[in-house]
Structure formats: structure tokens, C-alpha cells
T-cell receptor
Framework: GDSVTQMEGPVTLSEEAFLTINCTYT??????LFWYVQYPGEGLQLLLK?????DKGSNKGFEATYRKETTSFHLEKGSVQVSDSAVYFC???????????FGTGTQLKVEL | EAGVAQSPRYKIIEKRQSVAFWCNPI?????LYWYQQILGQGPKLLIQ????????DSQLPKDRFSAERLKGVDSTLKIQPAKLEDSAVYLC?????????????FGEGSRLTVL
């Protein structure tokens, strides 16, 4: 079925390090893809999205490129901050574009 | 703009008891979702409403879970009787319009512990 798979955490980085969180999706059509973030004590919020192949979503210094050939949507940031510590969820639209399916989440811890 | 409101934030019950969660979506949002997030897993859709009609409840365990959205605004999710495996965070989300386009607004969630 339609699903997304993301790397397990926790990922622990020092401040200003480069971040990559891997996400791949099952190749059923060309779904819109998303990254959601959940900061401690808060609800999930949309971080960025891409709706078609080769699109790049970006927000708050984070980027992800929709790669059709590798069915991937990896999240990257060039220099992480302590305030980026959160759980990151990759997600895709399914069910004819009206249902959001999430990955298991990757916890990021950024230390000074 | 007020966000999605949920209550209670925390609830502890014993198995076989009942519990109810309440959600008030963002004003004007036609679509409302209930997700279940078990520790270490991603959110799983339980039920989706468009206005006060059910769009998708395929993953709702209907023998024990029920949900309603009266008047197309706020919603309640009920579990009766609860099982140990129902321990999770129950997330409510809403979106504008009758199609998701993936842009959901989430509440802070209601954490349920079943003992």
C-alpha cells in the first residue's frame, strides 16, 4: 500500500552541523510529499512540501527535493541550531489525494 | 487566529473504562481529522469528517471507538471500553476546504494512558 519510510532516530548533532533525514515513498503515482515537525510540547506543523517531481520545498533553512528516480524526499539543513531539536515526520498524500500518510518520525537532538 | 483546541491534554484510565476527547477546529475549516499516534510510530488516521459527514473511517475500530461532529464544527472521539493498546496520543487536525492538499493544522493532542 501507499507508505513512507524514514530513517530511525534519534539523530544527535552538534550545533552548525549538516543535517540529512532520509525519506522514501512507495511509487504509487506521483503523490505530493511533505515534512511535518513536532517541537516539544507542541502539535505537528507543516514544515515544507513538494507537489511534483523535481520540486524543491524549503522553509526555515530546511530543504527537500522530490526525486522521482529514487522515490525519495530527504530533508536537509546546512547548519542546525539547538532550536531545531524536534521530531520530523515525512508524509505523503494517498487515497486520491485526500488522505495524509505519515512515516514513523525521526527525532533530532542538537547539542551545543 | 486561534488554533485547533483539544481537551483534555492528559487522561489516565483503567482498562474497560470509557473516555472521551473533544476537539474544536480552526474556525471555517470544513474538514476535521482524528489521528492516533502510538509511541514510536507515526500518526495513523482514525476518521475524517467533511463538515458533519464521514469521509473515511476505514481504520477506526468501530467495536470500541466512535466519533461525531455535530453541526460541522467541534467533534468528540469516544473509546468504550478501553484496552491497554489504546494508550496513545490522539491528535485532532483540521484543514480548509473539502480537499486536504496535505496542509493540516494540528492540535497539541490528548495523551491517553490505559492501565
Amino acid at each position: 500500500g501507499d507508505s513512507v519510510t524514514q530513517m530511525e532516530g534519534p539523530v544527535t548533532l552538534s550545533e552548525e552541523a549538516f543535517l540529512t533525514i532520509n525519506c522514501t515513498y512507495t511509487a504509487t503515482g506521483y503523490p505530493s510529499l511533505f515534512w511535518y515537525v513536532q517541537y516539544p510540547g507542541e502539535g505537528l506543523q507543516l514544515l515544507l512540501k513538494a507537489t511534483k517531481a523535481d520540486d524543491k520545498g524549503s522553509n526555515k533553512g530546511f530543504e527537500a527535493t522530490y526525486r522521482k528516480e529514487t522515490t525519495s524526499f530527504h530533508l536537509e539543513k546546512g547548519s542546525v541550531q539547538v532550536s531545531d531539536s524536534a521530531v520530523y515526520f515525512c508524509a505523503r498524500l494517498t487515497g486520491g489525494g485526500n488522505k495524509l500518510t505519515f512515516g514513523t518520525g525521526t527525532q533530532l537532538k542538537v547539542e551545543l | 487566529e486561534a488554533g485547533v483546541a483539544q481537551s483534555p491534554r492528559y487522561k489516565i484510565i483503567e482498562k474497560r473504562q470509557s473516555v472521551a476527547f473533544w476537539c474544536n477546529p480552526i474556525s471555517g475549516h470544513a474538514t476535521l481529522y482524528w489521528y492516533q499516534q502510538i509511541l514510536g510510530q507515526g500518526p495513523k488516521l482514525l476518521i475524517q469528517f467533511q463538515n458533519n459527514g464521514v469521509v473515511d473511517d476505514s481504520q477506526l475500530p468501530k467495536d470500541r471507538f466512535s466519533a461525531e461532529r455535530l453541526k460541522g464544527v467541534d467533534s468528540t472521539l469516544k473509546i468504550q471500553p478501553a484496552k491497554l493498546e489504546d494508550s496513545a496520543v490522539y491528535l485532532c487536525a483540521s484543514s480548509y476546504g473539502d480537499r486536504t492538499y496535505g496542509e493540516l493544522f494540528f492540535g497539541e493532542g490528548s495523551r491517553l494512558t490505559v492501565l
